[in-house]
C-alpha cells in the first residue's frame, strides 16, 4: 500500500499517512470552505488501510485551528479508527496534542475522547 501525503497551505492541514509505520498524522491548520477533496482521499486511505486486521495504528492531531467543516470529517476519522479497534482488533492509540493554555483546542479533544473506544491521549505541548 503507497503513503499518503498532502502539503498543506495557508487554508489546508499537512497530512502525512504512513502505511509502512502506522503512522498517521495531521497537522498545522484545516478551515478550507469545502473538505471534500481533502478528506475523502484520506477517508478512503484509511478504509483500504483497515480492511486488515491487527494493525497497529497511531493516529496525531497537531492543529492549532480547524472549522465547523473539519470537525466533521475528525469524526469521521475517529468513527472509523473506533470500528477498527472494536470489530477488527485492530491496535489505535489517538494523540490530540494542544498548545498549553489552548482550552478551545483542549476542549475539543475532550469531546473527541468522549467518543473514543481506543486509547486517546490529551498531549500538551
Given at each position: 500500500?503507497?503513503?499518503?501525503?498532502?502539503?498543506?497551505?495557508e487554508e489546508t492541514p499537512t497530512i502525512s499517512l504512513n502505511a509502512d509505520t502506522g503512522i498517521m498524522e495531521i497537522s498545522e491548520s484545516s478551515y478550507p470552505e469545502y473538505t471534500n477533496e481533502i478528506y475523502n482521499p484520506v477517508l478512503e486511505w484509511l478504509e483500504d488501510y483497515t480492511a486488515e486486521p491487527n494493525k497497529k495504528l497511531t493516529f496525531?492531531?497537531?492543529?492549532?485551528?480547524?472549522?465547523?467543516?473539519?470537525?466533521?470529517?475528525?469524526?469521521?476519522?475517529?468513527?472509523?479508527?473506533?470500528?477498527?479497534?472494536?470489530?477488527?482488533?485492530?491496535?489505535?492509540?489517538?494523540?490530540?496534542?494542544?498548545?498549553?493554555?489552548?482550552?478551545?483546542?483542549?476542549?475539543?479533544?475532550?469531546?473527541?475522547?468522549k467518543d473514543a473506544k481506543m486509547a486517546f491521549n490529551l498531549l500538551v505541548i
Open positions: 500500500m503507497d503513503n499518503f501525503f498532502l502539503k498543506g497551505s496525531n492531531f497537531r492543529l492549532d485551528y480547524f472549522n465547523t467543516s473539519t470537525s466533521f470529517r475528525f469524526q469521521q476519522i475517529i468513527n472509523l479508527l473506533n470500528d477498527y479497534h472494536a470489530n477488527k482488533e485492530g491496535n489505535v492509540t489517538v494523540n490530540w496534542f494542544y498548545q498549553d493554555g489552548d482550552i478551545d483546542m483542549l476542549e475539543n479533544g475532550e469531546d473527541y475522547a
